[in-house]
């Protein structure tokens, strides 16, 4: 009887503290807030000006990890909005809305009135009434120097059908969040965690909010039994059943002073309505069978046609009291809730057989899971692999792969073997996390996300798909070489707006034509870091022109040979 009145205090003793927490994190944070807000406030300001729907076709959006990726309930289509990109000086937001066409593989960016303000880590869902809706809510805005950050309670939808934006304002919603997790349930979004993060402090939560897609009105749940303990970027899927499965997350707290431990949780609950008791919800832990993914965080969800759920990549973060370092993965897994199992996404490979992969390369192979706008192949890629020593003494081995755009961008192989072959080196997204994840027609598409190397963060802009009926290999629509990104030391910032690091950098693409011709670059086995940098900028830049040049494939085949060459010959100058 001592013992449970005792257990009984103590969880009444958390929730006090947990409460505490929340209204400090609130006092501490207001003040940043404010100054986000005016900063928040200027950038609508400027997007106040669009009047009118602006429909561009475009090369495909730059690098950015934390944004959302859906599938058009109506059109064959996938819809991506938001997102951030860090380049080692900068944390650059956006509030930017592309659609890919499937059937064509092309891109466009729509310029609609009023938008939701900048953000990431926010949540977005996909349903199909009035000929389609894109709900959103919440997310995170930061100071362009990554030290301040201004968390979302605001709800938005997008009328597909008509491309208007529209906040809808509801009282007794969740609070400001972000790495939350929304999915659409009956006529309901239904909502669960996030986190808060101010300068000094922050807080997980744990909480369960319902939006009727009726009445237009949050309420929030209170389920019965043990839930999930607070935590931010789980997955949250809803079951063949009607239930509401939860698994894994990340969440931190402090053990001292300026420490904190992260917590990677592996534990699995469904969340249920309780037929017959009006507004009853019940949580329920889970423990499935079958081959469980390693604990992580980061990992991108989506829901496969069978209704199962899937799970790509992630990091595995090691942590210590003052280092941290992560494993990224690549890996597929899949979630049965009818038979509570958990199983590898293992591929079984094309067909013929596979040829050897080289190394270093991504080579697209000429798979049946093209688009139908395929074009003639270009020249083979030209690779690049040489050891650079940078000022602070770093060895990076830099693997450039100088390959020939085919249409929209898009490496193609060019193999001594007939085109009747489906096999050719092995292609797979690397290892990344914060990718997006959407699913059409059966089939998986993977987009952007980020990885570390060292002290430097990758942030990707590549295209994958994989047909989840075949499960036989990944298709490369989009790749990108990650060693030609931008990533610039602190110790050369340059002075610059505030606006400049929301706007997404693209004006700066302007000027690298009159750079290019600015002498030879240094040997490049002991090459600055920065000069480096510009130099394989340089580089990717050029091709991404090259693969927007409209003229005829001939020319452009003899002008790729060209190109090449004359950088592999300044990229090896005095090497010897």
Request: proline share 6%; hydrophobic share 30%; aromatic share 8%.
């Amino acid at each position: 009887m001592g013992k449970k009145g005792k257990k009984e205090k103590k969880g009444r003793g958390a929730e006090k503290t947990a409460a505490k927490m929340e209204k400090k994190v609130s006092k501490r944070s207001r003040k940043e807030e404010e100054d986000l807000e005016a900063l928040i406030a200027h950038f609508q300001t400027l997007d106040a000006k669009k009047t009118q729907i602006v429909e561009t076709p475009c090369s495909p959006p730059s690098p950015r990890l934390n944004a959302s990726l859906s599938a058009h309930p109506e059109k064959d289509e996938l819809i991506l909005f938001g997102g951030e990109y860090f380049n080692g000086q900068k944390t650059f937001l956006y509030n930017e809305l592309y659609t890919y066409n499937i059937r064509k593989d092309t891109w466009t960016k729509v310029e609609i009135p009023n938008p939701p303000p900048r953000r990431c880590a926010h949540q977005a869902v996909a349903v199909p009434q009035c000929g389609g809706q894109l709900w959103l809510f919440g997310g995170e805005f930061a100071s362009p120097n990554g030290e301040q950050f201004y968390h979302y309670k605001d709800l938005w939808v997008l009328h597909l059908a008509t491309k208007t934006w529209e906040q809808v304002r509801a009282p007794g919603g969740p609070s400001g969040r972000s790495g939350h997790r929304m999915v659409a349930w009956k006529r309901q979004l239904i909502l669960f965690g996030g986190f808060h993060e101010s300068t000094r402090d922050y807080i997980y939560y744990n909480d369960v909010y319902a939006f009727n897609l009726d009445t237009f009105a949050w309420s929030k749940l209170s389920p019965s039994g043990a839930g999930p303990t607070p935590r931010s970027g789980c997955q949250m899927s809803v079951t063949p059943q009607g239930g509401i499965a939860i698994y894994g997350g990340y969440s931190k707290q402090r053990v001292k002073k300026d420490v904190d431990k992260g917590t990677q949780h592996a534990d699995m609950f469904l969340l249920k309505f309780e037929e017959g008791r009006e507004g009853r919800w019940v949580w329920t832990r889970i423990n499935p069978s079958g081959a469980k993914p390693t604990p992580r965080s980061g990992f991108s969800v989506a829901v496969a046609p069978n209704h199962q759920t899937l799970l790509f990549g992630g990091v595995c973060d090691e942590e210590e009291e003052e280092s941290l370092e992560g494993d990224f993965l690549n890996d597929l897994h899949f979630y049965d809730a009818t038979k509570n199992r958990w199983f590898s996404g293992q591929l079984k490979g094309p067909k013929s057989e596979k040829r050897k992969r080289r190394r270093g390369t991504k080579v697209e192979p000429e798979g049946a899971n093209k688009p139908e706008c395929e074009g003639t192949s270009a020249q083979a890629p030209l690779e690049v692999v040489r050891e650079v020593v940078a000022e602070d003494g770093t060895v990076v081995t830099i693997k450039q792969l100088l390959t020939a755009p085919g249409p929209a961008g898009q490496p193609q192989s060019e193999e001594d073997d007939s085109p009747e072959e489906a096999g050719g080196p092995a292609v797979e997204p690397c290892p990344r996390s914060n990718a997006m994840l959407a699913v059409k027609h059966g089939r998986l598409y993977l987009y952007g996300g980020m990885f570390e190397a060292g002290d430097r963060q990758v942030t990707l802009s590549d295209l994958y798909c994989l047909d989840l009926h075949k499960m036989d290999e990944w298709t490369a629509l989009l790749e990108t070489n990650p060693e030609t990104q931008e990533w610039l030391e602190e110790t050369d910032s340059e002075d610059s707006g505030a606006g400049e690091g929301a706007e997404g950098g693209e004006e700066d693409e302007e000027d690298d034509d009159s750079s290019a011709e600015d002498g030879e670059p240094q040997h490049p086995l002991v090459m600055p870091g920065e000069q480096l940098a510009d130099y394989l900028s340089r580089t990717e830049q050029y091709w991404v022109r090259l693969a927007q040049d409209d003229a005829g494939p001939d020319a452009k085949e003899k002008r790729v040979l060209k190109v090449a060459q004359a950088m592999a010959k300044a990229f090896f100058e005095d090497s010897a």
